[in-house]
């Protein structure tokens, strides 16, 4: 990993740009509490925010950027299309609208929301994402919810390797077969849910024993085994104390001990997580 600007290190991408090694998760931020929040996060540091078309706050993102007075170009800006969005004309149309919502002449990363395997559209979508890029819509593409399976089909029928797939992943779900098919195929893992939301395992000992170690809250354990593990969490914040914390993971370093036990929760309760991406479909 790199240093970036804002002193939080980046992940190389395979197209040659980068990524933050931790980004903002925006759902579900909205209105002017929503714009305050966001905004926050990009004071406290946060230099790639993660919204969607489904999240109904693109225009909420684009006036936190503005009001914080932060360069565009310094500020990384993702959105996914939405399942509903999956035909060509359609998928090109909800970028541009994305962009419009937004107030900004490119994206910094698109992905696929879902496959939605059932409408069969997905590698439609992905051309049209490739064709924005060429257009200059859009500097980098990838997906979100993609199975392995899923993956090779789009590499192989458009030549193109997405660079992120934004997957569902935290310690009771750590992904370690998909992480391993991302890593064969040199595609950067993105963590959604990345503490584990309401259910995050703050008080299991595997948790709590390393951040007595370390000195940090448990939060902080779990996005630094994110990073550890190769991954690009994305947090969900509005409270600027939990946003700063969850930025300042940099300045220790689990034992390959402390990641085994951590991982090792996942192997317990996998089962209970995990939508499937080929029965589960968002619209
Ligand atoms: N691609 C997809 O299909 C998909 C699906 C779901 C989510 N996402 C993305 O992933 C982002 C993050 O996922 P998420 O919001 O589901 O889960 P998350 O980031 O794991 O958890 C967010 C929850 O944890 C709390 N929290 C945050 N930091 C904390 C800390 N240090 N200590 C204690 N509690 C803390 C937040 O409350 P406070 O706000 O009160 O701090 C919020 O309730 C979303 O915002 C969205 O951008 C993508």
Redesign the pocket.
Known sequence: MADSTAGVPTRSLNDGAALPAIGF???PLRGPDGVEAIRSAIEVGYRLL??AVN?DNEPEVGEAIRASGIDRDDVLVAS?IPGRHHGYDDAVASVEGSLRRLGLEHLDLALI??PNPSQDLYGEAWRALVEVRERGLVRSIGV??FTEAHLERIIAESGVTPVVN?V?L?PHFPQAELRAAHDRLGIVTES???????R?P?TEPAVAEAAAAHAV?P?QVILRWQVQLGAVP??????PA?QR??LDVFGFTLTDAEMAAITTLGRRDGRLFGGDPDTHEEM
Do not use: C, M, V
């Not at 959604?192 to 309401?198: A, E, I, Q, T």
């Not at 994305?234 to 409270?239: L, V």
């Open positions: 998760g925006t759902y993660d919204t999240y996914k929301h879902w979100s919810n934004q569902e935290h959604w849910s990345p503490l584990g939301k309401r995050a703050f809250e939060g994305i947090p969900k914040s509005a409270d939990r914390a969850n």
